[in-house]
């Protein structure tokens, strides 16, 4: 079966700091993946997304990056940090190449930018 | 117009009742539409999932799909106190290799 692993779980980074958000898959491989942000009380804001290695599509400008080095792998980072980044950060895979379209999403990443 | 809208609530229902939640989207060739539940601080786990017109039952939800009103709704029968959570719906856009989500509608069952 699929598994989906994110980490660090929860961290507090001051204002300019960099970031770095991992996040594997296991159990399948060419996975669609990608990286949701969750604002306290709000939706989700897809960030990036990928369809395969080093192709990244990007929904909103900003100040975070994405890349995919591996098949199983997408990393979110960002060279220094905003107070507005601050949120539940949500990688994700999805199964669209085959028809059934369900993302299924990791246990998150909570970040606090001070 | 927001692609995906729900009314963010919160719902008040009493436990036995039905719940209904409701979902609009704006892209009139969408294909595939789903519910999350998301427990307060945890990951939006997947509840169901509908692809055609009409009605998908899974044990005490059911999901309702018109695609000429651009409309999707679920429905919790017999509401339990843990069913107590934001459901989030999600839209797949015509072409698009991705999920849009609404804003999330939060839900409390009062015992």
């Known amino acids: 079966s699929q598994t989906i692993h994110q980490w660090p779980a929860t961290l507090v980074q001051p204002v300019g700091s960099p970031l770095s958000l991992e996040c594997t898959v296991e159990?399948?491989?060419?996975?669609?993946l990608y990286w949701y942000r969750q604002a306290a009380g709000r939706g989700l804001q897809l960030l990036f997304y990928?369809?395969?290695?080093?192709?990244i599509s990007s929904e909103v400008p900003q100040n975070l990056s994405a890349s995919r080095p591996q098949d199983r792998q997408f990393i979110l980072s960002s060279k220094k940090l905003l107070l507005s980044d601050s949120g539940f950060y949500l990688c994700?895979?999805?199964?669209?190449?085959?028809?059934?379209?369900?993302?299924?999403f990791g246990a998150g990443s909570r970040l606090t930018v001070l | 117009q927001k692609e995906v809208e729900q009314n963010s609530g919160p719902l008040s229902v009493p436990e036995g009742a039905i719940a209904s939640l409701n979902c609009t989207y704006s892209?009139?060739?969408?294909?595939?539409f789903f519910w999350y539940r998301q427990y307060s601080g945890k990951s939006p786990e997947l509840i169901m999932s509908i692809y055609s017109n009409g009605d998908k039952e899974d044990g005490r939800f059911t999901a309702q799909l018109n695609k000429a009103s651009q409309y999707v709704s679920l429905l919790i029968r017999d509401s339990q106190p843990s069913d107590s959570a934001t459901y989030l719906c999600?839209?797949?856009?015509?072409?698009?290799?991705?999920?849009?989500f609404g804003q999330g509608t939060r839900l409390t069952i009062n015992p």
């Open positions: 159990g399948t491989s060419n996975p669609n």
């Open positions: 994700a895979w999805g199964d669209i190449p085959s028809g059934a379209n369900v993302l299924t």
């Open positions: 999600a839209v797949r856009p015509r072409g698009a290799q991705k999920l849009v």
């Open positions: 990928s369809v395969g290695i080093g192709q």
């Open positions: 892209d009139r060739g969408s294909q595939s």
